[in-house]
Every structure is written in C-alpha cells, then in structure tokens.
C-alpha cells in the first residue's frame, strides 16, 4: 500500500484530507461489489494512463466521438467494454450518450460493473487532481487485496431518469446500509445508487474535498478556508472545463 503523505507541499494540508486519501485508496485496492482488488486497481491504472494518450486529445477533437479509436488496455486485466468505459469518460465526457451507454453494456459489462467503474473513475480523478494541485506527484497504485466481490444487488434499484437504474430516496431498503443525506437528496447524488457501497465509498472521500452533503443546502455556512460562493464559482468553472453536463 503507497503511503499517503503530503509533507512535501508547500500547502498546509488538513488531517481529514490525509485521512480521506488513505481510505479511498485502501478501498480502491479491496474487492468491491462487482469488481475484485485487481481489477479496481486496474481501472485505476487505466484511468491514469487515459490522461495521457494522445488518442485522448484526437477524440476530443474529432467532430464525431467515435470516429477515434481510442481504446488500449493496459494490464491485459480489464476487457475491451471496460477499457472502452474508462477512455470516453475520462477523454470526451461531454458528448457521451445514452445509446453509447447502452452499447457498452451491449458488449458484455453489466449495469453494476459499469456504475462501478464510473465511481472509481470518478474517486481517481479527484485523488490525482487533488495531488496535482498540491504540487505533487501521482501516489504509486496500491497492490490490491485478495477477495470476492459481493454481489449485492438493491431490490429497489429500477431505471428512473438516468441512463441506468438508480434507487431513489423512498425505494432504498436498510439492507442497502446509509446512502442519502437526506430524502430530498438530488439526482447528482443517486447517480452510483445502482451499487450502495460504490456511492458510499464516492461521498466519503468527494465530501471531505467540497463540502458534507448535510450543508450543501446550507449556502450562508462555510466549514472550509474559502467561502461558499467561492468554492462555486471554481467548481462551475471546473464544471465547464471537464465539460459536466450536470
């Protein structure tokens, strides 16, 4: 396991964003509910590697999306629907579709599989940015553990407004362990629902980097060293960089 340590930046880094590092990789290295630790640290891996092929930059110019290949594993771990999902989310996220959603799942990868996928995406891409911006470089993968998946499928989980089903407020069971912070919660926050323990493990870490879901609605209230109307005009600028719909 990398250690987690930012002792060489020149920034004063808070112990819960320490903390928040070390426990999204651990979790990122152990089995999670349709994924074994190799090839969650595999996505990983991928995830990395997609920022830096230049066929990611073709693709984000290319008038069509997919007339780029830009799929090419790396470990020989994950299949060519994997690979597939990592590249056009981390290269073109703006002009994914939901036919192109269901294409992937047409080549074999399960709904599950893919919410999984997009949830570590998504933790990698704030840890290693995170990193970035504190002045240094990307933590060696952690070596992933041996165990099995889970498995856990959500009984409430139905297509809803999203491309994949999700499980909304009223339709989450306590089997499904804490999801929401509220029955109000938005659709933003359902979005990995369809796999609890890979949302759970989501929010965990993202919420110690912006702000707790209990005062996202909380605008007058700032728990952070930047005020709140400032931590959104970088996140809407962010936003348009990476080109988020939402």
Known sequence: MSTVSFKNSAFEVREDLVDAHKGAWECIS??????????????????????????????????????????NTTLGVLTDAEVEVIHRVVCDPGRLSEPWAQSIIGMGLSEGEYVEIIGLISMVMILDT?????????????????GVPTQYV??????????????????????????????????????????????????????????PGQFVYQFNRSIRAITRPQMELIAARVSALHQCAY
């Open 30 to 71: 152990t089995a999670g509910t349709w994924l074994t630790g190799e090839r969650r640290v595999a996505v990983a891996a991928e995830t990395r590697k997609a920022r830096e092929r230049v066929s990611c930059a073709e693709a984000r110019e290319a008038l069509s999306p997919g007339s780029v290949k830009i799929s």
């Open 130 to 146: 995170c990193t970035l911006g504190l002045g240094l470089y990307d933590l060696d993968l952690p070596e992933p553990k041996i």
């Open 154 to 211: 959500p009984p409430g989980v139905k297509k809803n407004a999203a491309w994949l089903p999700t499980i909304e407020p009223g339709d989450a069971v306590e089997e499904d362990g804490p999801m929401y912070p509220s029955p109000k919660a938005g659709y933003i926050l359902r979005g990995l629902s369809a796999v609890p323990q890979t949302l759970r493990d989501y929010w965990a870490m993202a919420n110690i980097h912006y702000t």
